[in-house]
Structure formats: C-alpha cells, structure tokens
C-alpha cells in the first residue's frame, strides 16, 4: 500500500526567509502528487501538482515543488515567505488511477514569524 | 460558481443519535469521496464513490454508511455516532485522471 510521509510536523520560518517543506512517499508503480494548503478554519485548496513531464512544478501563492523519482521526494519550496502562507500543507498522492484514490501525509504546519 | 457544499459547518450531537451530513457537487464529477481529519492523522479515506450507484469502502469505514443515488449528491450516514467519530469531515469530487480533487468546507462533527 501505498504512504505519504511528512517528517516534519511544524516548521516555523521568519517572513521573508525561505521555506521547504518535505514529502516522501513509497510506491513502485506511477504516481500523481498533490500538495493542498489548509488555512485557518477553512478546507482544502489545491496549491500545485505533478502528472507528468517537468519535475519542476509550479503553483499558486509563489510555491513550487520538484518530484525526484529517484528519491521518491516532492518537496515544497518557497523563495521568500509571507505573514498570509501560515496555515496546514498536505502532501497527497494517487497510484491507484482506478479508483482516485487520494492518500494523505500527516500535514505539517507552517508558522510564519513576523 | 464550481463547487463542493457540506451541510452542516458544525454539528454537536448525543451518542447513538442517526445523523446525515449531506453533500452535494455542481461540477458534474464522477468521484467523490469522504474523509476524516483527525490531528496528527492527516485526513483518511472513508467511502467513496465511483458514479452512480457505485460505491466502496476507505480506510476507515466502520461506523459510517454512504449512498449515490445521484450523481450530485453523496450523504454520509451515522447510524449510531460515537465520541471517536468526533472529527472534522471533508466531502471531495473529481473528474477522475489528473483533475484533483475539489474538498468542501468541512463539517465538525461532535459526539458527546
């Protein structure tokens, strides 16, 4: 079966400075991977996300993220960070394209400190 | 406006006490799905749903019923809640391939 992990389950980050946040996950077979933002009180939205093709992928709000197979890794990066970028990231993947599945990290949280 | 509506936001009730949290999709989507996101845990898969009719269990089923009479729509059914179905869930829908999932905005549940 397949995982996602997020070792980190905080992280916090002085405004401006830039942020990774990490995700691996184990599967032998082809992959789609997410990454969702949860702000405060409110649900998930989309911030980026790899089918195929380039490994570096681009998304809302500044982040972009880069998909090592060899490493089965899709960290999350942000050059410079915001006040606005505190709330919950996932880290999602789907292997099984039947089904849709959508399994999750464990979500880390980022605190921007002013 | 696209979207994925919940209903309730919030929810207190007794134990043993039948509830629905409803869910509904304007995008015309063949998947949905629930999901319960408890901290530390992440959010896991309950049921989901591949159309009409069509429906299969998550990760964390127990407990938990669900129905797709029709494509929009995609209750999810506590016959007998208990305190450690206290959590917030999340309905989702998607196209199916790369779409990704479009979430609602949660429903938190509390059992007492």
């Known amino acids: 079966a397949q995982s996602v992990t997020q070792l980190d389950s905080q992280v916090p980050v002085f405004e401006e400075a830039p942020v990774e946040l990490r995700c691996n996950y184990s599967?032998?077979?082809?992959?789609?991977l997410f990454w969702y933002v949860q702000y405060p009180n409110q649900g998930l939205q989309l911030l980026l996300k790899?089918?195929?093709?380039?490994?570096l992928v681009k998304g809302i709000n500044g982040f972009e993220a880069e998909f090592n197979k060899s490493q089965t890794s899709f960290h999350l990066r942000k050059p410079s960070v915001h006040i606005s970028d505190t709330a919950e990231y996932f880290c999602a993947v789907i292997t099984n394209f039947g089904n849709e599945k959508l399994t999750f990290g464990t979500g880390t949280r980022l605190t921007i400190i002013p | 406006e696209a979207q994925v509506t919940q209903n309730p936001r919030y929810l207190i009730t007794v134990t043993g006490k039948k509830l629905t949290v409803t869910c509904s999709q304007n995008m015309n989507h063949e998947y949905m799905s629930w999901y319960r996101q408890d901290p530390g845990l992440g959010l896991r898969q309950i049921y989901y749903s591949m159309n009409v009719e069509v429906t299969d269990k998550g990760d964390v089923p127990e407990g938990y019923k669900v129905s797709r009479k029709e494509k929009r729509n995609f209750p999810l059914i506590l016959e007998s809640p208990s305190p450690n179905q206290t959590s917030l869930y999340f309905c989702?829908?998607?196209?199916?391939?790369?779409?990704?999932?479009?979430f609602g905005s949660g429903t938190r549940l509390t059992v007492v």
């Open positions: 599967s032998s077979v082809s992959v789609y």
């Open positions: 790899y089918l195929s093709g380039s490994t």
């Open positions: 989702a829908s998607s196209p199916g391939g790369p779409g990704g999932y479009t």
